[in-house]
RNA sequence: GGCCCGUUCGUCUAGGGGUUAGGACAGCAGAUUUUCAUUCUGUAAACAGGGGUUCGAUUCCCCUACGGGCUACCA
């Protein structure tokens, strides 16, 4: 078997999708299982495509996801250059080539030409007009013109493409690893262009040229490229060359709805398409990502994993190596998916928790300093140890500001409810002055001089706790009250509680 | 339209000729919690339809329906 090497090649028209980190994941780890390589190329044939940023995005992307290339565009390589453009050169030789062996042929039909012919074929109800075996016979190309008109117009540098020569009456069949055998009749394949008359390849020739001289092993790519899969392997068989093995992944689909997911679904139905935000540099409209909405990359790609590919036993949560050893590309399922924003949510909440404080602690700190509060890292820590249970982001910790500030204004609603002018204020200042005579303030020490407290007054939880709570946050929500007491310190407690009586009375 | 691919709870999926068709997310209901959240328990929820093959089909085959992809000198 041949050494496994894998490449993901994506064009730089835009940002990468979910979509296309999901096949760069598979790649990956397909590699990775296998002792490969994993290359990075980029396929940026098209000229009139070409998006500024979308290279450095499509890398930068990876590299949040942690799905890092071991060759190729940014990362160097035995085979580089990867990035098409660069490769120019190479490609006519092999276009030539194929002419000369018969398996190719100029034409010099202009677009317009072709275009007319479609328009025409259309309103004579043949919708599908392809340059193909038969029609060809009737079109201006090396194979229809005189030898010498046809060296005359190269030579004259007329305008030309190198075009496939489908044969006729073949079968095209070739095992995709996950749909099994793939059969496909040439009579429907047309002549596809190789070589276009800007002097670039088309997608199939650079493709296929690339993956020959990269030597790669096996072709992960998406499904909308099963179609155009037996040009690719006519084009091997055409080269001579060991085609590598095809695995055609389905397409994650919108989660309302059908088609498959675009960018648009995104600022549709409020959740990020993109893994990174993405300013498009022509309208300036802004595409929000996983990242900047507080997603950890681990569990995007863990949410990306598990979409269209399952372990077999119940396992969801993955760590990169755990991911690796499971893989396989046989498990991976048939059907497109239906991308589900709460699943990825829920895999957020999973590895939040999973997170050991020190660190949450590290990215609170930066969100803190932002929002003007600047704490100790065990300040922090205590923090994200008080709110991690009910946040699904990072962000979610920060909700209240009262764990960093009195509060500014009292839930108007819970005032209403709870609060009785006079009667209140006094139970509260007497709880304040019992608060005030511990001498350790600990989350304990409170509890049993609040259940001291109660006893005392002959009261019950509800006619006490509430009222402080409403104090020392200014809402009926959030973690225990003495637990947030005992973050803040004795002092702070003291001030917000006469602080608090002043303002409500 | 043509060609190709697909179809198990609402969603992601496991399973596979004889199963109580399993799990997770979301939903619903209880319990715990001073509150919210968490947690726990429970609950509802699926083999697209029709023909075969077979003792038996959700599983294998065919057809239909539905969904998707492709049908450019785009990738």
Not at 240 to 263: C, M, R, T, V
Request: aromatic share 12%; charged share 25%.
């Amino acid at each position: 078997m041949r050494k496994v090497r894998v490449r993901f090649a994506p064009s730089p028209t835009g940002p990468l999708h979910m979509g296309g980190v999901r096949t760069a994941l598979y790649n990956y780890l397909f590699a990775k299982k296998h002792g490969g390589d994993f290359l990075l190329r980029i396929e940026d044939t098209d000229q009139t495509r070409y998006v500024p940023g979308a290279e450095q995005y499509i890398i930068d992307a990876l590299k949040w996801c942690g799905i890092e290339p071991n060759e190729g565009v940014g990362y160097g390589g035995d085979c580089a250059p990867y990035r098409q453009s660069e490769r120019k050169p190479m490609y006519k030789p092999y276009a030539e080539q194929l002419v000369e062996k018969g398996w190719a042929y100029y034409a010099f039909d202009t677009s317009e030409d072709l275009e007319n012919i479609r328009k025409q074929a259309e309103l004579a109800k043949m919708p599908n007009w392809q340059y193909n075996s038969i029609s060809r016979m009737t079109m201006k190309n090396s194979l229809t013109l005189p030898s010498d008109e046809v060296q005359r117009r190269l030579s004259a540098g007329d305008p030309y493409v190198i075009r496939f020569k489908m044969p006729r009456n073949e079968e095209v069949r070739f095992q995709d690893l996950i749909r099994g055998w793939v059969v496909f009749s040439t009579n429907e394949l047309d002549d596809k262009v190789l070589f276009k008359s800007d002097g670039m390849p088309t997608y199939h020739l650079a493709n296929v040229v690339d993956d020959m001289t990269m030597n790669i092993s096996h072709v992960i790519r998406g499904e909308e490229w099963l179609p155009s899969a037996p040009l690719h392997v006519m084009l091997y068989k055409a080269f001579e060359f060991e085609a590598p093995l095809f695995a055609h992944l389905p397409l994650i689909l919108k989660p309302d709805g059908n088609g498959k997911l675009s960018k648009r679904d995104g600022d549709r139905l409020g959740f990020p398409v993109f893994p990174l935000e993405w300013t498009d540099p022509a309208t300036g409209a802004i595409s929000s990502g996983y990242k900047e909405n507080g997603y950890f990359p681990k569990a995007f790609i863990n949410m990306l994993l598990l979409l269209g590919w399952a372990p077999g036993n119940n396992q969801e949560i993955f760590t990169e190596a755990e991911m690796i050893e499971a893989f396989s590309i046989e498990r991976i399922g048939k059907s497109g998916s239906k991308f589900d924003p709460d699943k990825t949510r829920w895999f957020n909440q999973q590895y939040l928790r999973n997170t050991p404080l020190p660190e949450l602690a590290d990215l609170l700190l930066p969100l803190l300093s932002e929002k003007g509060y600047e704490v100790t890292h065990e300040y922090a820590q205590s923090v994200a140890q008080l709110m991690m249970e009910r946040a699904v982001f990072v962000q979610d910790m920060l909700e209240g500001d009262y764990l960093f500030v009195a509060p500014k204004s009292f839930d108007q609603e819970a005032v209403a409810k709870r609060w009785k002018v006079g009667e209140s204020g006094s139970l509260m200042k007497e709880w304040g002055s019992v608060l005030n005579g511990i001498e350790e303030f600990t989350v304990e020490n409170i509890d049993v001089a609040f259940k001291q407290f109660l006893a005392d007054k002959g009261l019950g939880m509800g006619a006490v706790m509430p009222l402080f709570r409403l104090l020392l946050t200014g809402t009926l929500t959030g973690p225990a009250a003495a637990q947030v007491a005992a973050l803040i310190g004795k002092e702070e407690v003291i001030r917000r509680i006469d602080s608090g009586i002043a303002q409500l009375g």
